[in-house]
């Protein structure tokens, strides 16, 4: 079965700063997506971004970019020029090509932007 | 354009007590999902469904009854309430097409006393 490992449970950032957040993952298959959500306070889940494992670009969204390393089966998500919106819950997704549309999700990062 | 409405936000139940958490979705979805968030677990699927007429289990399936009547339409029922059913749960939607992006919805926080 696969698995999403976040080894982070809470990170924190000053304001306007570069922060990393970690996840890892496991699996046997070689094409699958990958998605970093936000749950801020109001409990929304939100999609940041989304990264399709055949492409060896990584994925970019204005100040939202990852780091995508297939081998070692690792997807960190980079947010630039942190803003105290920026403060959430943030969670790591995988999503297998083939078959229903299961997300696995990891433990979750509880990001504190510090002004 | 609604997206997906769950309903209610919140709810207390007592332990033995059944209740129906609603979701619907307007965007003419073929997957829909329930999950269900606890505090350092992430969210895990307990039910899912690719169409009307056809569902199936997830990773914590027991519990909860799910039937999906129409396409727009995914209740997740719990028949006898336990103290272990208290979390947030999220419904989900998404087409079985390239992008392969769930849409959430707001979520229903459920206490079991």
């Known amino acids: 079965a696969q698995t999403v490992t976040q080894s982070q449970p809470e990170m924190s950032v000053q304001e306007a700063e570069t922060v990393t957040l970690s996840c890892t993952y496991d699996?046997?298959?070689?094409?699958?997506?990958l998605f970093w959500y936000k749950q801020p306070p109001s409990r929304q889940m939100i999609l940041v971004i989304r990264q399709e494992a055949y492409k060896q670009q990584n994925a970019t969204e204005n100040r939202f970019s990852v780091n995508f390393q297939k081998a070692a089966k690792s997807f960190s998500l980079k947010i630039s020029d942190s803003q105290l919106g920026d403060a959430a819950m943030y969670f790591c997704a995988y999503l297998p090509i083939q078959g229903a549309q299961k997300l696995v999700f990891g433990q979750g990062t509880r990001l504190t932007i510090n002004p | 354009n609604a997206g997906v409405t769950q309903t209610p936000k919140f709810q207390v139940l007592k332990t033995g007590q059944s209740m129906t958490l609603q979701c619907a979705q307007d965007m003419n979805h073929e997957y829909m999902s329930w999950y269900r968030q606890d505090p350092g677990m992430g969210l895990r699927l307990i039910h899912y469904s690719v169409g009307a007429g056809i569902t199936d289990q997830g990773e914590v399936p027991n519990g909860y009854n799910v039937s999906r009547s129409t396409t727009e339409d995914f209740p997740l029922r719990l028949l006898s309430a336990a103290p272990s059913q208290t979390s947030v749960y999220f419904c989900?939607?998404?087409?079985?097409?390239?992008?392969?992006?769930?849409?959430f919805g707001a979520g229903t926080r459920l206490s079991v006393l």
């Open positions: 699996t046997s298959e070689s094409d699958y997506y």
């Open positions: 989900a939607s998404s087409y079985s097409g390239a992008k392969n992006i769930q849409y």
